[in-house]
């Protein structure tokens, strides 16, 4: 069978080959997985069943955030608030990509993220406060005002306005000055 064997020169190709398609193969587990878009235009994320991109928090006041999804992969930054928003964009086995508000993006475990909603007040705006009033209208009387990155709990969002709380306040904000709603999302 002398004809079944490769030359030097041939087993090093072959080896370089398979070396190449098994990091071919790893390279394409580490991409996220597709979502899958229902009827109504929805892309259903292909592990959760749930919708991505959404909006969730961080459960823990330390996330490490990584480059991949995978423990092997280096660690790309630190998270150290409980409670912030953060928008998840792809899945990938228990692995979810996040994206913050300033942009930002790496994989955490699912573990690491609430369904809670949180959101932070127009951390775009360069005003010194905004007004949170006390029902869902431009002209209701004022019941705070909060510094742009304040966080905030969401309590629910009728597509306009949100009702919010936090440490001494409640009220409503419009909903476009809030970085962890959609537009026009309304939820309870």
């Not at 235009?41 to 955030?65: F, N, T």
């Amino acid at each position: 069978m002398a004809g079944n064997r490769l030359k030097p020169f041939g087993r090093a190709a072959l080896a370089a080959a398979t070396a190449l398609g098994v990091l071919a193969g790893l390279s394409g587990a580490a991409r996220a997985q597709a979502a899958k878009e229902t009827e109504a235009g929805v892309m259903i994320g292909p592990v959760s069943g749930l919708p991505v991109p959404r909006y969730v928090s961080l459960k823990s006041a330390k996330v490490y955030v990584r480059q991949g999804p995978t423990k092997d992969h280096p660690v790309a930054f630190v998270y150290r608030r409980a409670g912030e928003p953060v928008e998840i964009v792809a899945e990938y086995d228990n692995w979810r990509r996040i994206r913050d508000s300033e942009g930002s993006e790496g994989w955490v475990w699912h573990s690491l993220l609430s369904g809670r909603r949180t959101a932070l007040v127009a951390p775009w705006s360069k005003d010194s406060a905004l007004p949170i009033r006390a029902s869902a209208t431009a002209d209701a009387r004022l019941s705070a005002r909060l510094e742009p990155k304040v966080l905030v709990e969401v309590r629910r969002c009728d597509g306009s306005w949100c009702k919010v709380e936090g440490d001494g306040f409640d009220g409503f904000i419009p909903q476009d000055r809030l970085w962890g709603v959609y537009p026009g999302e309304r939820f309870d």
